[in-house]
């Protein structure tokens, strides 16, 4: 199945909210995304995507088969951070499985890196989820260490696992696609 990833359509919020309307997911997440998620939830979304700085948020759909799969999105930090940025991921989960986050997380580290100053991307997933690890894994990103009792998410305190990359790091095995 070809994958890409692309610019946010409005025509997306249909498969938005059908693919994030979901705990599995959503449990996996920082707070602050309603549940139930609706459709205009997702238009809300994608609006203030396409609306916001494009030198401070670098927000893709991704696809899979031509279909809404999931979202990826890059965050410029401020103050003296600056030069760093913050990464996020979901996959809706009939995608699950298929390296689809790490084509996604490699693309738009890619696309990142080659169009801005930034330095560094970093991702915090809890420290149970070895899959999202693994993606970042796959995806160049070291280890830095433990941030215990990090969060509090559904009532449980949580630890996280601090990854980054750095525009000079390499990916093992990553072959960009040709334009
Ligand atoms: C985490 C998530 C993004 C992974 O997406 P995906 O497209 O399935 O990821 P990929 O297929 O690219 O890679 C998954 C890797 O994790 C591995 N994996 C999956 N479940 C695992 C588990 N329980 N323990 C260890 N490894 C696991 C897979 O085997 C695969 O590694 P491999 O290629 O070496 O076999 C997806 O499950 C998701 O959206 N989860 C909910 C939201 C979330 O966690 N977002 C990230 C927040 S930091």
Redesign the pocket.
Known sequence: MDFAIRQWHMEDAAPLAELLNNR??LD??RDGIPYPYTEEDARAFIREMLEADPDQTFPYAITAGGRLA?SIGIYRCGNIHFRTAEL????GEA?????????AVQQACADVFARTDILRIF?E?FSY????C??LE?SGFQYEGLLRSNAVKNGKILDMKMYARLKQDSVPGYLPPQP
Do not use: F
Not at 88 to 91: E, F, L, S, V
Not at 95 to 103: H, K, R, S, V
């Open positions: 599995h997911i996996n997440l999931g996020g991921y979901y996959i995608y699950w499985g298929m390296g689809l986050a790490t084509y991702a997933p989820n070895a899959a999202s693994r993606v796959k």
